[in-house]
């Protein structure tokens, strides 16, 4: 026999059940090692995010702090432009579409100085038809003051009356007015 037969010989009891189970302890320890180098990189990032929260968060906010100095004049000067022109705009138009909506007519509002200014001409027209009355009752006795044979009788009926008696009754009440009113 030679010698490599039997080496061969005694690698061959080695069986594949044997081979299994080294595998799978060779298997072990890697997946421990794996185990132990995760848990090191893990905390290893975790340290790394910590250090990178803490570097940016001052900065970030100051970023922040910047950012809304710098945009809040502009934004005020936005909302003022706004208001002075599209606001007016705006109020207006909805406050005509409510008028328009609204299903009671407003109530009129009415100031004391119509009616007041009413009432002072009713009540100068009315002292004014006194006025009137007043005068016309004064007028009356001047007429009945008048001399007898001045005054012409009109006969009643005219039908009876001839026209030469008429025209010189008409132009008598003439000459009767004018002296009344002189």
Known sequence: MSLTTS???????????D????????????????TVLAKN???AASERAQYARDWATPRIVEA?????????????QAGQAVGDTVGPKVSEMLATTAQRVDPTPPAAERSIWP?????????????GAVVVILRGRSASPADTLMAE???????????????????????DM????????S
């Open 64 to 76: 922040i702090y910047q950012a809304r100095g710098w945009a809040a004049p502009r934004i005020g």
């Open 19 to 34: 081979r299994a189970r080294l595998a799978a302890a060779q298997a072990r320890l890697a997946a421990a090692q794996a």
């Open 149 to 171: 044979d001045d005054m012409v009788p009109v006969p009643s009926d005219p039908d009876t009356a001839s026209t030469e008696e008429r025209v010189m009754a008409d132009g």
């Open 41 to 43: 990189a893990s905390a």
């Open 7 to 17: 080496k061969d010989e005694a690698q061959a009891p080695v069986s594949a059940n």
């Open 115 to 127: 009616r007041l200014l009413g009432t002072v001409a009713v009540l100068a027209a009315a002292g």
């Open 174 to 181: 003439t000459g009767n007015a004018k002296k009344a009113s």
